[in-house]
């Protein structure tokens, strides 16, 4: 593993001194922490390993016990985690005390059914006595992407915190306090120490540590390029590996689809989280009888939103995550516009501080434009025109991802059929896709693979070992 780390780079290009915390609403720094040197990650791992060793052993009851008063105090200083996510990238702060929220119940959610989950499954096979044990493996590293920061963590290492594996955590650079607060918190919960490890390391790290032969699986939330390198590095060293990377998630509005409500949904689909989301609506295909009401619609709707401090509960729209994820937005929309793309709305940044884009809609992209296969992450919309259901279909599926994606129309049982054609991991009806912690999330194709939350998400990385006790 020492072989894996990256020394001379390191000193040729000098990895940062300091991981910093800048408030993208202002970008001006709040705080900053000292990453890991090598020997103190390698002092992580083994540690980690050895916190398996007992942590394995603990009952659902202890482990339970700790992931409740996880969720309690989640709930009891939601505020202060709040603000911390809003400082950290920018997140309304409505969205910041909702994602709080929604990490308790997905803590509570696998605190009470986690030994359900995991309990042993009798095989019914003819004339065999046998049974499937479900174990844990061992240290885990997940590696979380910044848009939803304690939420993506959340997702991850509760579900494997409870099957018995210890966890070690590689967060998104830009939200170091948001990743201290999290590892802090468990420990103030009971949670022995090493079971779950935050570690402030440079990327070029994540190899070595996915190569130790401690580390037994990888999961990763975050671009189709850090998905590549991780899954190619986790193939190499024959490790278990979760990837949910970008979408581009088509929503279909049908000809007879209720307007007013899909217009609404459109609005919330698109601008969850600044439009910085994996599964927020990105493509509008709408069929030709109906496109120029609801981009008029749309348009009136998406218009009235206005740049503000995301602390103030009266904001409507908050900066991008950071200076630079502004910046690459503004260059993909200009590509568009350079090859011929409609400006229907917005296009550009508005005259302030901090790293907002204005709310915007474009058409006429096609595919042979640059932008046409791309994940716009931040408030942009493309809006499609189809003559019927099924180009709508083919639109949809023109994609190189497949996460998650929505039909709007009054016959649900016609929206199934249509989702059902979907090549995607999700498709939700008259609604913007979601997560739930009872459900599975996850996608296909250059979405990634694996599956989380539900009771799928935690069998992901156990042992799924069959006892053979003989013929009956």
């Not at 992407?145 to 830009?174: C, D, I």
């Not at 201290?180 to 420990?187: G, K, M, P, V």
Request: charged share 20%.
């Amino acid at each position: 593993m020492k072989g894996l780390f990256p020394d001379e780079r390191q000193t040729e290009r000098g990895f940062e001194m300091s991981i910093a915390s800048i408030n993208p609403a202002t970008n001006a720094p709040i705080k900053t922490f000292r990453p890991l040197t090598k020997d103190q990650t390698l002092a992580a791992v083994e540690k980690s390993d050895q916190a398996f060793r007992q942590w394995r052993k603990s009952t659902f009851a202890q482990r339970k016990k700790i992931m409740l008063a996880f969720a309690d105090q989640l709930r009891h200083r939601a505020d202060e985690f709040a603000r911390l996510i809003t400082l950290d990238m920018g997140k309304r702060i409505s969205e910041s005390q909702y994602e709080i929220e929604y990490c308790a119940k997905i803590s509570e959610f696998y605190a009470q059914g986690a030994e359900t989950f995991l309990a042993d499954e009798p095989m019914d096979v003819a004339g065999v006595d046998a049974y499937l044990q479900y174990t844990p493996l061992g240290p885990l590293l997940g590696v979380m992407p910044w848009n939803f920061p304690f939420y993506q963590v959340v997702r991850f290492a509760t579900p494997n915190l409870m099957a018995g594996n210890t966890v070690m955590v590689k967060h998104a650079s830009n939200v170091p306090q948001c990743a201290q607060a999290i590892e802090d918190l468990f420990a103030e919960c009971g949670l022995p120490e090493g079971v779950y490890t935050n570690l402030f390391i440079p990327s070029e790290f994540v190899e070595a540590i996915i190569a130790d032969k401690r580390v037994q699986g990888v999961s990763l939330t975050g671009s189709e390029k850090a998905g590549a390198a991780v899954a190619a590095s986790a193939g190499k060293h024959l490790k278990r590996s979760v990837l949910e990377l970008g979408g581009n998630d088509p929503f279909i509005v049908l000809e007879d689809a209720d307007l007013e409500h899909t217009v609404e949904s459109a609005v919330k689909g698109r601008m969850v989280n600044a439009g910085q989301s994996c599964v927020a609506s990105k493509r509008f295909i709408v069929v030709s009888s109906v496109a120029d009401q609801f981009l008029a619609a749309f348009k009136n709707q998406m218009s009235q939103l206005r740049p503000g401090d995301p602390l103030d509960e009266n904001t409507t729209l908050a900066p991008l995550s950071s200076e630079e994820a502004a910046v690459k937005l503004h260059h993909q929309v200009e590509s568009a516009i350079n090859a011929g793309a409609n400006v229907v709305l917005g296009g550009g940044r508005p005259d302030r501080t901090g790293a907002y884009f204005n709310p915007t809609i474009l058409t006429g992209v096609t595919d042979d434009m640059p932008t046409f296969d791309q994940e716009l992450f931040g408030p942009v919309a493309t809006v499609h025109v189809v003559k019927d259901e099924a180009e709508a279909i083919e639109l949809a599926n023109r994609s190189s991802f497949g996460l998650g994606g929505s039909v709007y129309t009054q016959d649900v049982d016609r929206g199934c059929r249509v989702a059902e054609q979907i090549e995607s991991g999700m498709v939700f009806i008259n609604q913007p896709t979601k997560s739930q912690a009872e459900l599975p999330f996850g996608g296909i194709k250059n979405s990634g693979y694996g599956r989380e939350l539900s009771h799928l998400g935690i069998l992901e990385f156990v042992n799924k070992k069959l006892i053979h006790r003989g013929a009956r």
